[in-house]
């Protein structure tokens, strides 16, 4: 099965909404987006008998702040649920499709899981409204909730949205340190989908493209270039799908791990741990044959222009740069996490404790 919601992308793209007639329609943002504006550019293509907006989200989502999206939703009874913001915004709103049906635990949900058996009937149409170029939330099975200090991930069909809509105008005045840092995250799913053990060739096709979008566009949408911009938005989209179809790998096990423990944004984490774990992967013959389809002489090549690129755009390359906390009393915490996180069994190589301990030691 290759799971991938409907698309309507392109420049005024939610105008597509004005083709339907919903009755009422709950809408999941932000207080900043909110206070931007951007529910300007998606209520005026709504024909709706109710609009509800819940805009008290902010931060990484947590299991507390999904549960209460859940009763929010279960109370005002839509039919069709709206996520517009990013990726944390379409987690919380992914989840809410479900728990205002079934009073299930996140960490319970998972892909085998008989919602129907429970009482669940999709009562709500999802459709996602993305408003950055990174997570790939818009187009995946898995919702990422902190709890605790831990991450966990419910994983089921029923969280892909109906619909993901790429509006390029949402993007234009993005702040760039947000392009470099989702930006980053988009690449690393792009990669990662390719090089996992559970690739296929739908996926590699998806996986591929986007790399090569990415990697071309990435500084060019830094530095505010519309065209890249709108490039980039879509791209996100596509190694969303790739990974929705292929998992990920040691890089955001690595990343889960290192952000989880120290509070650090999640991309900005992506950003120190791409490079390193790659390196690590060397040799390896699917890093090698992506880097080869790519147009590098080797992978270690490859690694080089994506250490490049995080210095250009300029994100860390360290974990000193983010916390200053010493290493030593949290390394063994930090490589348990990393190698209990379901994205560690799906690399390309199987690194083993020793190796992970080091790539720990060189990000610090």
Do not use: W
């Not at 105008?15 to 209520?43: A, H, P, Q």
């Not at 702040?175 to 989702?182: F, N, Y």
Request: with cysteine.
């Amino acid at each position: 099965m290759f799971a991938v919601p409907r698309i309507e992308y392109g420049e005024k793209a939610l105008e597509s909404l004005k083709n339907d007639n919903f009755g009422r329609v709950l809408v999941f943002t932000d207080k900043n987006l909110r206070k931007l504006g951007y529910l300007e550019y998606l209520i005026p293509n709504l024909n709706a008998e109710k609009i509800e907006v819940f805009d008290e989200i902010e931060g990484e989502p947590d299991v507390r702040l999904a549960l209460k999206c859940s009763e929010f939703a279960r109370n005002f009874d839509p039919e069709v649920i709206i996520a517009l913001g990013g990726g944390s915004v379409i987690d919380l709103a992914k989840f809410a499709r479900i728990g205002m049906e079934v009073n299930v635990e996140p960490k319970e949900v998972k892909v085998k899981l008989n919602l129907r058996a429970l009482g669940f009937k999709k009562k709500a149409k999802l459709i996602a409204v993305p408003t950055t170029s990174g997570s790939g939330a818009d187009a995946t099975l898995a919702v990422m909730l902190k709890e605790g200090n831990s991450k966990i991930s419910a994983i089921h069909f029923e969280f892909i949205p109906d619909m993901t809509i790429l509006d390029y105008r949402l993007v234009e005045k993005m702040p760039k340190r947000l392009v470099a840092s989702t930006g980053i995250d988009a690449l690393a799913h792009a990669i990662e989908a390719y090089l996992t053990k559970l690739h296929n060739e739908l996926s590699d096709l998806f996986a591929l493209r986007a790399t090569e979008l990415i990697l071309s566009n990435l500084e060019k949408s830094y530095d505010g270039d519309l065209k890249a911009r709108a490039i980039m938005h879509l791209s996100a989209t596509m190694a969303g799908i790739a990974i929705n179809n292929s998992q990920l790998g040691a890089v955001h096990a690595l990343a889960h791990a290192f952000g989880t423990a120290f509070s650090v944004d999640h991309s900005l984490s992506i950003a120190v741990f791409l490079p390193k774990v790659l390196e690590a992967y060397i040799p390896d013959q699917r890093l090698e044959e992506l880097s080869n389809r790519l147009g590098f002489r080797s992978s270690a090549e490859f690694v080089k222009r994506i250490e490049e690129l995080i210095k250009n755009l300029p994100l860390p390359s360290k974990a000193s740069e983010l916390v200053k906390e010493d290493l030593p009393s949290k390394l063994e915490p930090l490589v348990d996490s990393a190698m209990k996180d379901l994205s560690f069994r799906f690399a390309p190589k199987a690194l083993s404790r020793e190796e992970v301990m080091e790539i720990f030691r060189e990000a610090f």
